[in-house]
């Protein structure tokens, strides 16, 4: 017997094995290089059509556009059809974006290719953690969902830099070329896979008190919310280390600061995971926004002293990043049925907190300086972490969010 998504139902619950994990890692590893490539491959992309930088970060800005609008609907289309035909098709839809990002003859062409690549990206990612976290074992479905994740930290401070050199030496065309042919290749073991084994059903864990009040679209809008303030709080951050490093005129240490920053994020999101399966993903989610805005703060007053500022970048990603993978075993536990639905609202959360980091960031640090940024970044975590929590009410079904 199928469920309505075309995948088999039944209650067997079995360990996910290495293969499957490992195809979702490398999924979200090439797709969050592609996504993290393109702001160090401007300058080559304006060379190469003769633009200025700022017109050239549209692109980044297509992409995300592309990215928010496209993602909720993707993630309903993903629960309604069979998961896996939506992945591998969005696959394909991804790769012949990058080749057309690489063949566009005019800047006009390439901003289409990015929209694009943005709409299939965010097929792609809610669908492949809601595989992995459907045919994990419940009591290890943060965890899974953390070492999954940990694919797209890796493209933040490996891929990236990876893609930057092959723009240098190869042409910013080739990047686009061999992400081309690396998810297209992933596309066929994706459409074998996740066919082979029954998926187990969610289950939210035991002993979680209900609240009253909150229904199940208040609830999905109110976590998805927690998202957008945590990546507020956290690209406030990140976005600006390397501009204000530079002004301080400490350039040298910004290549091995976000290498200590990424290893950071990489052994958070495992941490975070493990924790949120062993107790109650609400109260980690929330210890992790409180711990954020305490070590958002400590990197603002140790920013003076680079020994000191590695050591607080090094805490706060792997406080901040331990959140990630509690929030999404939240919301796979409340919404077995819409999943992937919203998954990918929270993916949209995502990219808004981020989107409002850049678009206030700028302004502010040019008025008032990278340590008031941190400042604000780490009043907005707190606020995060009072609107987090709350469950379903007692005896109401979850709406569809």
């Known amino acids: 017997?199928?469920?309505?998504r075309g995948e088999p139902a039944g209650d067997v619950v079995s360990a996910l094995s290495a293969g499957p994990v490992v195809l979702a890692w490398l999924t979200q590893f090439l797709v969050g290089t592609d996504l993290f490539v393109v702001a160090p491959l401007l300058p080559h992309i304006a060379a190469a059509f003769s633009l200025s930088a700022a017109?050239?970060?549209l692109l980044v800005t297509a992409f995300s556009i592309a990215y928010v609008v496209a993602s909720p609907l993707a993630g309903r289309l993903s629960d309604r059809r069979d998961r896996a035909t939506v992945l591998v098709v969005a696959l394909v839809l991804f790769s012949a974006a990058n080749v057309g990002t690489a063949l566009a003859p005019g800047f006009g062409m390439l901003l289409v290719a990015r929209l694009v690549a943005g709409a299939a990206a965010a097929a792609t990612g809610p669908t492949v953690y809601v595989l992995v976290s459907t045919r994990a074992r419940p009591q290890n479905r943060a965890q899974v969902l953390a070492v999954v994740g940990s694919g797209l930290l890796t493209a933040l401070w490996v891929?990236?830099?990876a893609g930057s050199l092959l723009g240098r030496y190869v042409g910013w065309q080739a990047?686009?070329?061999?992400?081309?042919?690396?998810?297209?290749l992933l596309a066929f073991p994706h459409a074998v896979v996740w066919r082979a084994r029954p998926a187990p059903a969610p289950v939210a864990p035991a002993g979680a008190p209900p609240?009253?009040?909150l229904s199940g679209a208040g609830l999905a809008l109110r976590a998805v919310a927690v998202t957008t303030l945590w990546a507020f709080a956290v690209y406030t951050l990140y976005t600006f280390l390397a501009i204000a490093l530079h002004a301080d005129g400490r350039a040298t240490a910004v290549t091995w600061l976000l290498v200590v920053y990424g290893v950071g994020a990489v052994v958070g999101g495992q941490v975070g995971g493990r924790l949120a399966d062993r107790g109650d993903a609400v109260r980690?989610?929330?210890?992790?926004?409180?711990?954020?805005?305490v070590l958002e703060a400590a990197v603002a007053l140790l920013f003076p002293v680079t020994w000191a500022l590695a050591c607080a970048l090094g805490l706060f990603a792997c406080v901040a990043y331990g959140f990630f993978p509690a929030q999404q075993r939240h919301l796979v536990d409340l919404f077995p049925g819409r999943a992937t639905a919203v998954l990918s609202w929270n993916n949209s959360a995502l990219f808004v907190g981020l989107s409002l980091a850049g678009a206030a960031g700028g302004p502010l640090v040019h008025a008032a300086g990278y340590r008031t940024l941190l400042f604000l970044g780490a009043g907005v975590a707190v606020v995060g972490c009072f609107v987090a929590g709350g469950r379903l009410s007692r005896g109401r079904p979850v709406r569809r969010p």
Do not use: D, E
């Not at 017997?1 to 309505?4: A, K, P, V, Y």
């Not at 990047?175 to 297209?184: E, H, P």
């Not at 989610?285 to 409180?290: D, V």
């Open 1 to 4: 017997m199928c469920s309505s």
């Open 211 to 213: 609240r009253a009040g």
């Open 55 to 57: 017109s050239t970060g």
């Open 159 to 161: 891929g990236a830099p």
């Open 175 to 184: 990047a686009f070329v061999i992400l081309a042919a690396g998810t297209f």
């Open 284 to 293: 980690i989610t929330r210890a992790a926004l409180a711990l954020t805005a």
